[in-house]
């Protein structure tokens, strides 16, 4: 297990980390401290291997704390968890050494991606006595990684998001081939009808959504969109290959 101190002087945002913290596996919660003077004491009497810091605190700093770690040789991991958006605190939290910078208010999947990344890190330095160029690139610099991403956002137009489009994907499913007004689909994905509207229209232009015109008895006609049935296998593979 990575043994991990929390240093935040917000009690509720030390809590809500703690929470996230055991939501994901592999990790254990040693201590918290609401100062560097609290957090200094603590790693005297404890092994930490990661900790989460903040850089607002009371007295000394989060970035002066970490540049103390240093001089007093300690070697846990630091993830910087802050508010400071400016790039004079990042660049020394990167000099300094940090592994990872959140910036408040993040999402438990930004925190989640940042904490496995970290753990796939240590995994490979526990197992590998050494490393090539290729464990570098994809486990610690994920080089190969961003560029698979941006060779699959070419295949995209402009203006539709890979994960949102696998969102609306999955929620076209669910309609089992019934059909769905553009205003529904929105509704039930989480977005505006202006962007649901792009997405149906590259569904169409793929030929995976047929479109028909609904006749009430009130009103103008509608646009409804069903599952073309012919054409879901293919665009699973597309959706793979993105």
Known sequence: ???????????????????????????????????????????????????LLDIFMPGINGLEFLSQLRKKEIESDVIIVSA?????????????????????????????????????RELLMQNKEKLNQKDLDKQIFYKEEEEVIDKKAELLPKGINRDTLKL??????????????TEEMAQSVGISRVSMRKYITFLCDQEVLITEISYGAVG??????????LKVKSFKTYLKDL
């Open 84 to 120: 400071s958006t400016d790039s004079q605190s990042i660049r020394k939290a990167l000099q300094y050494g940090a592994v990872d910078y959140l910036i408040k208010p993040f999402t438990y999947e930004r925190f989640r991606d940042a904490l496995n990344d970290y753990k796939k």
């Open 168 to 181: 609306v994907w999955d929620h076209i499913l669910k309609t089992k081939g019934e059909s769905f007004t």
């Open 1 to 51: 297990m990575i043994k991990v101190l929390i240093i935040e002087d917000d009690p509720m945002v030390a809590q809500l980390n703690s929470y996230y913290l055991d939501q994901v596996g592999g990790f254990r919660l040693v201590d918290t401290a609401g100062s560097a003077a609290d957090a200094l004491q603590i790693l005297r009497e404890k092994k930490v291997d990661l900790i």
């Open 220 to 229: 103008r006609p509608v646009n409804c969109h069903r599952l073309n049935q």
